[in-house]
């Protein structure tokens, strides 16, 4: 599944299927991997300022919605703390995690994941919502 984040900066995210990470019943967290790129350079970049927010949203949000949905649960990474989850590949440099949801685990048969670059002066990219049925492959 791709979205883009659209602006001088651009991302491209890609969200795997849900995760059985605690080999307990049922998905407890989903793989996300994404891509960076600026206005010149179609290739991913490193993110070497800024931050990038992860927001699992219970349902389907669509980018109509979005702005007044509220997520389940979000995760925040520092240009510092992606340094771990970065690599390279034909793309360009990308980041790839599979964040869990802890005791914030949806309810609904979709769930919705919305990316967020924000700039270190403070501007913000959102992506598209990716959706993901909520059932393990």
């Known amino acids: ?11 491209d995210v890609c969200s795997s299927d849900l995760l059985n990470l605690d080999n307990a019943p049922g998905p407890d967290g989903f ?8 206005a010149n350079l179609p290739k991913g970049v490193p993110i070497r300022k800024g931050s990038i927010e992860i927001a699992l949203y219970d349902g389907a949000v669509s980018a109509e919605t979005m702005t007044s949905a509220t997520p389940l649960k979000t995760w925040q990474f520092t240009a510092a703390q992606l340094k771990p989850f970065e690599g390279t ?20 048969p ?12 403070g501007f913000v990219i ?3 919502p990716s959706t993901i049925p909520m059932s393990v492959k």
Not at 110 to 121: D, K, P, Q
């Open 126 to 128: 959102t992506s598209a």
């Open 89 to 108: 590949s034909r793309l360009g440099v990308g980041y790839q995690m599979t964040p869990q949801w802890g005791d914030s685990k949806p309810t609904k």
């Open 110 to 121: 979709l769930i919705s994941i919305i990316a967020r670059y924000v700039g270190a002066n």
């Open 31 to 38: 793989g996300v991997r994404f891509f960076v790129e600026t």
């Open 1 to 11: 599944r791709h979205t883009r984040l659209q602006g001088d900066w651009s991302s």
